[in-house]
C-alpha cells in the first residue's frame, strides 16, 4: 500500500529523512546552544563548515562531533568560505578523508565578499569536478532556473537556491523563480539562505520546495531553542498546506455559505 504524501520521506542520494528542515551549527554562543536547537528542531541534516569548524582536525581542541554524534546526524559538510572552484574541491577532498569517506557534500562557492552571492562559473565548475569524482553534491546557487537545470544535468542530488542573501533574514525575495525551478527539477530543491522567520520556511514549503536549510535565522534569533521549534512547525504545516492544495486567489469575496439555493 502507498504512503500517504504527506508521510513520504525527503530521498537525498539515496537515503530518507523524516524531517524536511537542515540546519546550519555556525554562529550559536557554544556546542551546547547548537545541540539544543538542532534537537529542537528535530533535524536529521546538519552542515559543517570545514574551514571553520573542528571535527577532528583540530585534536584536543572541542569537537562539534561531541554535540552532534554522526551516528545520529547526517553531517553534511560544505564549502562555506570558498571563492574559487579548486579551493572548494579540496576542501570537499578533506571532509571526505575527515569524515571516513562519506560522499555527500554542500557545494558553495562565493563571488562577494559583501553579498556573500554565489558565483556560478565557478559553482559549474566545482560541480563537474565534484561529481566526476564521485561525491554527492548539493549544491548552493542562485535563483536562476536554468543555472540550476544545468546543475541538474551535470549530476547534483540536490539544488539549493537561495531566497535572498545569506544572513540577511530578507525572506523570498523572487518566487516565481522558485517556482519555475520546483515545477522542472526531479531532485530536490533545498530553499538555501535568506530565511528570516518561521513565515518565510511556510512559503518555501507552500511553493512545493521539499526543504528548507537554514542557520542565521535560527541562531542569531533572540531565543535560538524557540526558533528552532518554530521553524519545525513551520516547515511540517508548509508542506501540509502544499500537499492540501491552496484555494485559487480571487479578486471578490467567495462566501463561505453560499446563497445559491437558498430556500425561501
Known sequence: ????????????????????LLIGTGKYRDLEETRLAC???ETEIVTVAIRRTNIGQEPGQPSLLDALPPDRYTLLPNTAGCFDAEEAVRTCRLARELLDGRKLVKLEVLGDR?????DVVETLKAAEQLVADHFDVMVYTSDDPILARQLEEIGCVAV???????GSGLGIQNRYTLLEIVENAKVPVIVDAGVGTASDAAIAMELGCDGVLMNTAIAAAREPIRMAQA???????GRQAYLAGRIPRRRYASAS???DGTIG
Open 1 to 20: 500500500m502507498p504512503q500517504p504524501a504527506a508521510s513520504q520521506p525527503l530521498l537525498i542520494a539515496g537515503h530518507s529523512y523524516r524531517s524536511r
Open 39 to 41: 534537537e529542537a528542531a
Open 114 to 118: 559583501k553579498t556573500l552571492y554565489p
Open 160 to 166: 539549493m537556491p537561495l531566497a535572498a542573501p545569506i
Open 231 to 237: 521553524m519545525k512547525l513551520a516547515v511540517a504545516a
Open 257 to 259: 455559505s453560499p446563497i
